[in-house]
């Protein structure tokens, strides 16, 4: 039990809590209850912990169920082992320990090695034990009437004092020493135990240590038809948890799963602590509330009334020790303007000074200022979602553009399909058409005009690689009759050919007189250009000049 007597739990920061987390509550029946601050379980069983220093018992329970009360054990005697550093020590409840006094430790077993020791010294107990009741048994026959006689003669106050001198020798020889606490690790109950025994070692030499009555702890192991352990009720344990959350005071604007896990659980239903917990709730906001709609003391108002009071006469030295003279102002100065401004009052009329026009004013452009900036807010946003909805509408153009242009080039490649509505019919059930959503961004005479502008341009790719074809592959000055059928055999000259056919309208008569004017064309073009390079040659030597004068009239 801990030392500092009932605690309130860590809900309290000014209160410690121990170190095992027990604390003792009372219950609003009378009855005494434990608290863990750490497992938060109440109990009505007071747990056996290990007493704090300086130990403050608690006030008597005003119930009828008494604590049950163990005795503490004592050391009584000890012996020594053989030649070993190992002593036995007993105590008056019949237990025994060993104590190292090389290595000043304590233990409740002892190694192996030291059995034969502590059976030699039992053996040897026992043995003395024997001879020492056969010879109290042959003086008791020897002298009868010696004891009888000193029996009569003795007066009855003077037993008990020889009996206590005779049974105060065997603890003179076997006199206790100081035993350290145990280090080495064992079970909680068996190290306090032994811790208690070991502070019983220190006792005086001249104090009988069977004589001492024993320190009670909490609980008792004496088999009694009155220890009775009171099993509470359901109501019992409803009053209890009440006076804990009154104890604790949680806040009663919090949600119950938040501050169900931090209370106990007290063996009651959900609904049971989840209505209780509102009965509290519901009282304690009503004191709050009226704590907040209590009065404040105001030091300004007491000073007034206590002018107005004393109109006529008054001054400091007369007043100095009132509470409402003193409670305001810091010095006499202040509390001087306030009594020469409560002067030209009259009595109930506030002297607290009223908001000017400049507060009221900057006030309203306060307000107007936050207005301006929520309405500026609210057109940047506007704008943003507008720039973001044309983002977004031009992307999904963009992507159209570019499967449109895709599917182009995958159906108008080699020009065998020239005629723009084929070409629109051809991509319209592509369904990669559809997927993209070309349609919701292209108009039909849009694409028509795509395809003719992507065929068109196709048509002109496939005349400059016919240009260069002829350039490179024909001689100059042959006639298009010699070079058809070599130019038709390439396929440059046939993607040339379908390029004039698509331009011509479909019709094959009309596209090849189209490439046979383009051929003509281009051999005109490569003449001219012949002449030009001559002419800038004759032009640039005179000895070129007039060997051409010579071959050329």
Not at 99 to 112: D, I
Not at 505 to 530: K, N, T
Request: aromatic share 6%; charged share 30%; net charge negative.
């Amino acid at each position: 039990m801990s030392s500092t007597g009932p605690a309130s739990p860590p809900a309290n920061p000014t209160i410690q809590v121990p170190d095992h987390g027990w604390t003792v509550h009372v219950a609003p029946t009378g009855h005494l209850y434990a608290f863990n601050h750490w497992t938060k379980k109440c109990t009505w069983r007071l747990p056996l912990v290990r007493p704090e220093a300086p130990f403050v018992p608690l006030p008597p329970p005003v119930n009828k169920y008494r604590l049950r009360v163990l005795p503490t054990e004592k050391a009584v005697s000890k012996k020594r082992l053989g030649n070993s550093p190992v002593y036995v020590v007993y105590t008056d409840a019949g237990n025994q320990f060993y104590y190292n006094k090389k290595t000043k430790r304590s233990t409740w077993r002892l190694t192996p090695d030291l059995v034969p020791l502590l059976e030699q010294v039992e053996k040897a107990d026992k043995k003395g034990k024997e001879d020492k009741d056969e010879a109290e048994g042959d003086a008791t026959e020897a002298k009868p009437d010696q004891d009888a006689v000193e029996k009569g003669e003795e007066d009855g106050e003077e037993r008990p004092a020889k009996r206590a001198k005779i049974d105060a020798t065997p603890v003179v020889e076997s006199k206790p020493e100081l035993l350290p606490v145990q280090d080495e690790p064992m079970d909680e109950d068996m190290a306090w135990q032994l811790q208690q025994l070991e502070a019983m070692a220190d006792l005086d030499d001249s104090v009988d240590p069977t004589t001492t009555d024993p320190q009670p702890l909490i609980g008792d192991d004496d088999e009694d038809d009155e220890d009775i352990i009171h099993e509470p009720t359901v109501a019992e344990k409803s009053d209890l948890f009440y006076a804990h959350l009154v104890e604790t005071q949680p806040s009663p604007f919090a949600p119950w799963d938040s501050i169900n896990s931090a209370l106990p659980d007290l063996d009651l239903d959900e609904s049971v602590k989840k209505d209780l917990f509102e009965k509290y709730c519901e009282q304690r906001a009503a004191e709050l509330r009226a704590a907040k709609q209590r009065p404040t003391n105001d030091p300004r108002a007491n000073f007034v009334a206590l002018v107005h009071a004393n109109r006529k006469l008054f001054w400091s030295r007369k007043h100095r020790r009132d509470p409402r003279f003193t409670n305001y102002g810091v010095n006499d100065k202040e509390r001087e303007k306030l009594w020469r401004d409560a002067k030209k009052t009259k009595p109930g009329t506030s002297t607290t000074p009223t908001p000017s026009s400049s507060t009221a004013d900057r006030a309203a452009r306060t307000q107007a200022a936050l207005q301006a900036r929520a309405a500026a807010a609210a057109a940047d946003h506007a704008s943003l979602r507008r720039e973001t909805a044309a983002s977004r509408a031009r992307a999904a153009c963009d992507n159209a553009s570019a499967v449109l242009a895709t599917l182009l080039a995958e159906h108008v490649r080699d020009l065998s399909v020239t005629k723009t509505e084929a070409v629109v019919g051809v991509i319209a059930r592509d369904p990669r058409f559809v997927a993209a959503g070309v349609r919701a961004h292209l108009p039909p005479a849009d694409l028509a005009s795509a395809v003719r502008e992507h065929v068109g341009t196709v048509a002109e790719r496939a005349m400059a690689a016919f240009a260069r074809c002829v350039r490179d592959d024909v001689p100059l000055g042959m006639r298009w009759a010699d070079a058809r059928s070599a130019v038709l055999a390439t396929e440059t000259g046939r993607a040339a050919r379908a390029a004039c056919v698509g331009r011509e309208g479909g019709d094959d008569v009309r596209g090849d007189a189209a490439l046979a004017l383009a051929y003509a064309g281009l051999m005109r073009s490569r003449v001219d250009e012949g002449k030009r390079a001559v002419a800038e040659m004759v032009k640039g030597s005179p000895a070129v000049a007039r060997w051409m004068a010579m071959f050329v009239p």
